[in-house]
């Protein structure tokens, strides 16, 4: 099967292959339930890892950037946009799951998920959302990721998401997540 790679905030992640991919925010479905103005969002993409025997669904979204969440003291303005940010990549993984799920179960159509993307014991892998911050500062990742964590709590329980992983570039590349 081809190899894809795929270009988000300044980083290549891949080469990946095509049937194991979903660009769920290039997708034309995705496209069609935006229309009327819908406050829909979504990742990057959808990428399915096996491991020996488990399977995963990476929902993974990718950032250039982001605020410093080490830093205890700060404005109430910052905070605000800080709140808004987590709201934002928590709506992006949730909204990005329920759409999985619904094509899956067939409740929305799409001819553009893989066959291998579409089988109902892909569902039964594991959930990992995923952030990528190119530039994010290691030190700031760790609250950020408990600040999403806290936000992602219901959508957590609900979908058995054991983890999430907030990781800069480099961490990234480590997780062979880019090239």
């Not at 910052?78 to 619904?102: A, G, L, N, V």
């Not at 998920?113 to 569902?123: A, P």
């Not at 992602?152 to 907030?166: D, F, G, H, S, T």
Request: proline share 2%; net charge positive; with cysteine.
């Amino acid at each position: 099967m081809e190899q894809i790679t795929i270009q988000e905030s300044n980083m290549t992640f891949g080469a990946y292959s095509q049937e194991d991919v979903f660009q769920i925010e290039k997708s034309k479905i995705y496209k069609e339930l935006q229309d009327g103005g819908s406050s829909i969002k979504t990742v990057e993409f959808i990428l399915l890892k096996k491991k020996k025997q488990n399977q995963n669904l990476l929902f993974v979204e990718a950032k250039t950037s982001t605020a410093n969440y080490a830093t205890p003291n700060t404005s109430e303005e910052k905070k605000k946009k800080q709140e808004e940010f987590i709201q934002e990549i928590t709506q992006k993984w949730t909204d990005s799951i329920r759409i999985y799920c619904s094509l899956i179960l067939k409740r929305i159509h799409s001819s553009e998920l893989s066959e291998k993307l579409s089988t109902e014991e892909v569902v039964t892998g594991n959930f990992v959302p995923i952030l990528v911050v190119k530039n994010g500062y290691k030190a700031s990742l760790i609250p950020l990721r408990d600040l999403l964590l806290k936000k992602l709590e219901p959508a957590r329980k609900i979908w058995n998401i054991q983890n999430i992983l907030v990781l800069n570039e480099e961490q990234a590349r480590e997780k062979h997540l880019l090239t």
